[in-house]
């Protein structure tokens, strides 16, 4: 198979990582959560107690350091965060730190560097629009605020997160809103993408549409 890139972009719960997850692993391609890379930046931030309005510190930190993924696992100066860059605390905080154009720099870069090296399918806020605007295939899944609450209520309430839905329905609006706003490659829809309403559809759904216009 040629190498191939997957752009999967859209607002926080519309299912992006879920599917490309399982469409990585039906082509054999990696997946990369551009998110992921973010959230372990703000997780560092919080770590080292950094001001969150102290922007040159906070850039010196994304450029200092060592992000990887391997086997689906995000490594952070070589350390395993999946689950510790999940936590609320980093959702709410993350959109503030992604809006900064020089840590947006630093990701960017790297994001381009795995699309070239290997086929990828990379989910976020800006693949199809700026990180990979030539990508082979290009989605825009969205979903009703209401569901997008509910399935990452249930999600972190199955993994023992303490959370009420009213808090994230607040920290859903909340990033939609500075992700769609921001100056530098906002959270957009590429004219070339395809967009999917996923309400009420289901995970098989989503992926056997995304499918269709791959194969
Ligand atoms: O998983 P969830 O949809 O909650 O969010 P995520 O994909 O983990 O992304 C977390 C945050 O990172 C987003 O709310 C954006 O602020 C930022 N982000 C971004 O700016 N650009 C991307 N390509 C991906 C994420
Ligand atoms: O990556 P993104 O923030 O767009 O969403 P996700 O983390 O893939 O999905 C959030 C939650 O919604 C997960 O627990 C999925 O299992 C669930 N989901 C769903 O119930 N129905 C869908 N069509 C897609 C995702």
Do not use: C, H
Request: net charge neutral.
């Amino acid at each position: 198979m040629k190498k191939v890139v997957i752009a999967i972009d859209g607002p926080a719960g519309a299912g992006k990582s879920t599917v490309a997850k399982i469409i990585s692993q039906k082509l054999n391609i990696n997946y990369i959560d551009s998110g992921a890379m973010y959230r372990a930046i703000t997780y560092k931030v919080l770590q080292k107690k950094i001001d969150i309005t102290d922007e040159n510190k906070i850039i010196e930190i994304s450029r200092n350091s060592d992000i990887d993924f391997e086997d689906n696992n995000i490594y952070l100066d070589g350390k395993i965060v999946n689950e510790e860059i999940r936590d609320l605390s980093v959702s709410s905080l993350v959109s503030n730190i992604a809006q900064i154009k020089e840590v947006r720099e630093v990701m960017v870069s790297l994001q381009r560097k795995m699309g070239e090296k290997y086929s990828v399918i990379m989910d976020g806020r800006d693949i199809g629009s700026y990180v990979f605007p030539n990508a082979d295939y290009k989605f825009f899944l969205t979903a009703s605020v209401k569901e997008r609450a509910y399935r990452r209520y249930i999600e972190l309430k199955s993994k023992g997160y303490e959370v009420t839905i009213d808090e994230i329905i607040k920290d859903i609006e909340n990033r939609d809103k500075i992700d769609s706003q921001r100056e530098f490659a906002p959270l957009i829809k590429a004219d070339d993408a395809i967009e999917i309403n996923t309400s009420g559809k289901s995970i098989d759904d989503v992926v056997s549409k995304i499918l269709e216009y791959i194969k």
